[in-house]
């Protein structure tokens, strides 16, 4: 059974399981501080393809395969895939998913894609609908860096302000069998926009918009930051983090004692030169299947609340002078003692 709880959550009552989940990334992640917890570093950016396009779906297909090889099920076993990327047309999850033979549902949240996915997954397995169903997102930055700003090869400078888009992918199977995670409820956000134009500052884009679901997911489950013992937002970066601090401190809540970053922790900034930190699909992703959910498990963290942010935008906004909205998903995540 799902309950509808408050405005915009769900509460499940009988609550679906994190069963497998597996990360793959690049070799910049791996140098970096979770690159010993991460499941499979790459060296080779384009991953044996002719194109970054094509090497981010090969990431994303490798995440897929090990993550259903740890939950010890086979391909056959999963009933919906709910994939996404940051490119036009889901590009990378069509290359990546498309030898796999699942049901796809392909999705775009930004750099929240993987939120949504987790969601969707979720839904469909307290609804009734799957016994198991995948979720995944990916990210690339070459890929990344081509379609929405410069390519590679133009080395042009990047703002302090800028975020790294991480390369690598993060899958997550969703079950109705017992595992280790428990999705106790999610929390659907809502696009904000407060004007931002500058795509090389989207901490600042997407912080209005974590800000609103973590408000909105405390009015309506009836908690506070203390009952969680970390809230993680998907790549807010340093910019984003002090933006969101504020405005959750406006409206009544101080999360600076449990917050932490998914894309301040898989860099190390200084001495990566990654200024503000790192952003992309595969960001929140990579860091909650390598980081956050190994500490669900060995009972370091018992309740978590997982929030990945995306920046709304396309090269035709972009080109338009239009604004750069956000968007945010929160899962509310227990760890099974």
């Known amino acids: 059974m799902t309950s509808i709880c408050g405005m915009q959550s769900l509460k499940f009552e009988n609550a679906p399981y994190l069963k497998g989940w597996a990360s793959v990334a690049g070799k910049k992640e791996g140098e970096g501080p979770l690159g010993n917890l991460i499941d499979q570093i790459i060296e080779d950016p384009?991953?044996?393809?002719?194109?970054?396009?094509?090497?981010?779906?090969?990431?994303?297909?490798?995440?897929?395969m090990l993550a259903i090889s740890k939950a010890d099920l086979h391909k056959k076993d999963i009933r919906y895939?709910?994939?996404?990327?940051?490119?036009?047309?889901?590009?990378?999850?069509?290359?990546?998913?498309?030898e796999l033979g699942i049901p796809l549902f392909g999705l775009f949240g930004a750099c929240s894609t993987v939120g949504e996915a987790m969601s969707l997954a979720a839904m469909s397995v307290a609804g009734g609908f799957a016994k198991h169903s995948l979720a995944i997102a990916s990210s690339h930055i070459g890929s990344a860096e081509k379609q929405f700003r410069f390519p590679l090869e133009y080395g042009n400078q990047r703002p302090l302000s800028a975020t790294w888009t991480v390369t690598g992918s993060g899958g997550f199977i969703v079950s109705k069998e017992i595992g280790p995670v428990k999705i106790q409820g999610i929390t659907t956000?809502?696009?904000?926009?407060?004007?931002?134009?500058?795509?090389?500052?989207?901490?600042?884009?997407?912080?209005?918009?974590?800000?609103?679901?973590?408000?909105?997911?405390?009015?309506?489950?009836?908690?506070?930051?203390?009952?969680?013992?970390?809230?993680?937002?998907?790549?807010?970066?340093?910019?984003?983090?002090?933006?969101l601090l504020h405005l959750l401190r406006e409206?009544?809540?101080?999360?600076?004692?449990?917050?932490?970053?998914?894309?301040?922790?898989?860099?190390?900034?200084?001495?990566?030169?990654?200024?503000?930190?790192?952003?992309g699909c595969a960001c929140s992703a990579v860091v909650l299947a390598s980081m956050i959910i190994p500490k669900l498990i060995d009972g370091t963290w018992k309740k978590v609340l997982f929030v990945p942010t995306g920046a709304l935008m396309s090269k035709t906004s972009f080109n338009e002078g239009e604004n750069v909205a956000g968007i945010a998903h929160a899962i509310f995540l227990e760890g099974v003692r």
Not at 46 to 64: H, I
Not at 81 to 98: H, R, V
Not at 191 to 220: K, L, R, S, T, W
């Open 46 to 64: 384009y991953f044996g393809q002719e194109s970054w396009e094509l090497a981010e779906g090969r990431f994303m297909k490798q995440a897929a």
């Open 81 to 98: 895939a709910f994939a996404g990327d940051l490119l036009e047309q889901n590009t990378a999850t069509f290359s990546g998913m498309k």
């Open 189 to 243: 956000g809502k696009i904000v926009d407060y004007g931002m134009e500058d795509p090389m500052n989207m901490g600042a884009c997407m912080a209005p918009a974590a800000a609103e679901v973590i408000y909105q997911h405390f009015v309506d489950f009836g908690s506070k930051p203390e009952d969680y013992d970390a809230v993680y937002t998907g790549d807010l970066g340093e910019v984003g983090k002090k933006i």
């Open 251 to 279: 409206n009544g809540y101080d999360l600076s004692k449990v917050h932490g970053d998914c894309g301040i922790e898989i860099y190390e900034n200084e001495t990566q030169d990654t200024h503000s930190g790192g952003s």
